[in-house]
């Protein structure tokens, strides 16, 4: 029905992995895989510009319909020509649907299978979302790929809840499918099933007979052990088709990247990359080291000796620590910077060992010499935390 | 004494006011005047990269003492090379001494002949000023214009309180001097009087047979009314030098720019265009439009339309208006961008119609179409607002 100039092809496997290196066609950009998207939920990656996005060699960045509906509103990006010119961004774009965002995001919500109502978090008005409504804001905005909605569980719910959230996500599917009828976007299925391993295939499974022209894997890394969003990986990614983009919804730390690719994901997006950036958490290949550390007072090196990035070509580490410690809004750019060109660096290594036949080695090295620092991830604080910035600049 | 890499020459005079067009030799850069710096007094205008500064057309910036001897220390700049070498920035710098900001920022100040003690406004912490340490601290920081050490009196000060700080200021700029050892700094002093016109040419004339490179004229532009300030400009450079650079401190809306030019002032700063870029207060010919007012909702064409800067070229105000209702970080990049390249443009064309002999007309069209706004300026509400700020990102 839907004439899709969106495409995706396989160019390597990894033998001894799941991993696969492989292109992705939009109609804003050719996209190469596995990629790192960054977020820029209100129309902006925090803190820089279209052009600086782009010259850290990224061509796909993360937009949520949520947000753009409830601030600027979908009417005014309409008028103003639609999200790539209203945000002056010429490469791909992939729009949420608004699903995660009003379950984790908005108050007083009431789900129902029509669809959803909640409060603005931003001045308390009611919203109403349905599977139709997120198609035509989607459709308004204009992404290259576009995201069914879907209702996301908590992570520590029960699995009879797990499971109609579920079914109601498959229902919402096939009328978002059927709802589509703008050409040259794609739209792609979320598969839901929390940590049930039998929730999880029966959901690849059915949205697989619908046959979407990608797969999101949702609900996940939203407090969940760390191994068991690995697990539910392995069980979602098995049942999934071989040729489709594999997409895994927020999330974007270096390790978990890694994993990720090793178990079949090619796209990923987060806020953390951006987000710890603005706390001064700095990646270096060692893990992440917090710039506003005393160490870094005079230190003269950059925070990653021979790094590439404009701000490791340009500064020390002793004036990132001082701008930090100044509160100087250079310092949260700088740091964007940096982690940007960091995740993007780590895509390119991994598409690079993919293509040679070395990506099981580079991962056993990568994250031999790589600590990941504890980050506290349970729902309740992820979602305390989400309100709290949400106030002000959400992402 | 101190020969100097520094010199100023005068190319054009207006002849129906006191405006000059000239050349400010530093040793990092050849500075037409008039001139606009813009305030980096931490070591970094507020969101922009030196790059940044750069391309708009700005080869000087001013920066802190006060600030930097807080936050790093003037030892952690010494170590990274200096200030230039910290903040990345090869074009010229003039540092103020920390007078004016010990004066308005900082609690329990003594001051006596000696120097001035008083509190930290970051931490609490006791520290020390005199004319000696302020020029050591100077050329620790190594820019290409230091500042005598002044006491700045209130606006509303009696004329017996303001002539005693005019006469200490005299004291401390001949202490300045002796003090002074460093080759290819220029040296300026700094005259006061408050708004009493005997006093200022008291000032002008003893400061001016001392034999500075370069005269300040201080202490203005903190609460007293308009008229007053405009007078006190006319009083005290009809007692300085021809031929020496005169720098107008504090003063930068661009209307008091012209007012000031015309009464043959040289050099200008303020923080007022960056704050209010903040603010969202966006200049434009006719006078400052506030970018999240609703009329900006939905408009596709840029602020100031014709407008040759980076935001103007490529974002609506529209975007710019949802920028600033989100809090997204990158609006009040955008709109310093746009007022510093409004105010460097406005310096372009007040220097081309000095050279060409048409300042005098250029100035009745300006200020014709130009609507300035109200903004509070009582020192009571300036010291509150530089209090409040401070904890976090003074200027």
Redesign the interface.
């Known amino acids: 029905m839907i004439s899709s100039s969106n495409s995706f092809h396989i160019i390597h496997t990894c033998p001894e992995t799941k991993a696969r290196a492989g292109e992705l066609l939009t109609p804003h950009a050719t996209v190469p895989t596995p990629v790192f998207m960054p977020v820029g939920s ?3 990656v ?6 600086e996005v782009n010259s850290l060699g990224i061509n796909m960045v993360l937009a949520n319909t949520y ?1 753009l509906y409830l ?2 509103g979908i009417g ?1 990006i309409e ?3 639609g999200l790539h010119n ?3 961004w010429d490469g791909a774009i992939l729009t949420d649907s608004g699903g995660y965002q009003v379950f984790s995001l908005a108050p007083l919500r009431k789900v129902n299978d029509e669809g959803v109502t909640f409060r603005s978090h931003i001045d308390g008005s009611q919203h109403n979302f349905t599977p139709e409504l997120a198609i035509r804001y989607q459709e308004s905005l204009g992404a290259d790929i576009i995201m069914a909605l879907d209702e996301c569980p908590a992570h520590d719910d029960s699995p009879d809840r797990v499971k109609k959230a579920m079914e109601r996500t498959h229902r919402w599917a096939e009328r978002c499918l059927k709802t589509q009828k703008r050409h040259g976007q794609a739209l792609y299925a979320i598969v839901q099933g929390g940590v049930f391993p039998e929730l999880r295939r029966q959901s690849a499974e059915y949205l697989t007979s619908l046959d979407f022209p990608g797969y999101a894997i949702g609900g996940l890394s939203i407090g969940e052990p760390k191994k068991i969003t690995l697990a539910m990986i392995d069980e979602t990614v098995a049942f999934l088709p071989e040729a489709k983009p594999r997409y895994l919804m927020g999330v974007g730390s270096p390790e978990d990247i890694v994993e990720a690719v090793a178990r079949g994901c090619d796209i990923f997006d987060s806020a953390l990359p951006t987000r710890v950036a603005r706390n001064g958490a700095l990646f270096t290949w060692q893990g992440r080291k917090n710039i506003t550390n005393a160490a870094y ?2 230190m ?1 090196q950059p925070i990653v000796a021979g790094c590439s990035c ?1 701000t490791c070509r ?3 580490a ?2 990132l ?3 930090f ?6 310092a ?3 740091a964007t910077i940096h982690n940007l060109s960091f995740i993007t660096e780590l895509m390119v290594k991994i598409r690079s060992a993919i293509s040679d036949g070395a990506f099981h080695a580079f991962k056993k090295d990568f994250l031999a010499g790589y600590k990941p620092t504890d980050e506290p991830t349970r729902l309740s604080q992820k979602r305390k935390w989400l309100e709290k910035r949400s106030l ?2 959400a992402d």
Not at 46 to 51: D, E, F, I, M, Y
Not at 325 to 330: D, H, K, S, Y
């Open positions: 209100q129309g902006a925090k803190t820089l510009t279209p052009q947000h601030r600027p005014v008028k103003l020509g209203f945000m002056g007072t005079d003269e404009y340009n500064f020390s002793a004036y620590n001082h701008l410690n100044a509160g100087e809004l250079l949260y750019r700088l002000n600049q």
